[in-house]
């Protein structure tokens, strides 16, 4: 779902070409591909009281909560127009998003 609309974000308002939000949107696909398997690896070999994979969700919550704010924040310097554009945005799908939930 954030990907969507990150999607028609990027294409619409910032004006971003489609060919280089696919290669934004790859690169992270391949990368996945490749660490994945290691992070699988890593948490299944995890031997603590909590668990094994637990450990390893906890560490992520501070990076995986930074980057999805990064997302969606504006740059220091900018004035702020993105982020009433993804306002906008979310404003004009809501009632799509409201059908779709029921």
Not at 32 to 60: I, Q, V
Request: net charge positive.
């Amino acid at each position: 779902m954030v990907s969507l609309y990150l999607m028609k974000f990027a294409t619409d308002e910032l004006r971003i070409s489609l060919a280089a939000m696919g290669v934004i949107f790859g690169i992270p696909r391949i990368w996945d591909a490749l660490t994945d398997p290691m992070a699988g690896y890593f948490s299944g070999r995890t031997r603590l009281k909590s668990g094994g994979r637990r450990p390893w969700m906890l560490a992520s919550i501070l990076p995986i909560s930074t980057s999805f704010y990064m997302m969606w924040n504006s740059p220091l310097g900018l004035d702020g127009h993105a982020d009433r554009k993804i306002c906008e945005v979310l404003d004009q799908n809501a009632p799509m998003l409201r059908q779709a939930g029921s």
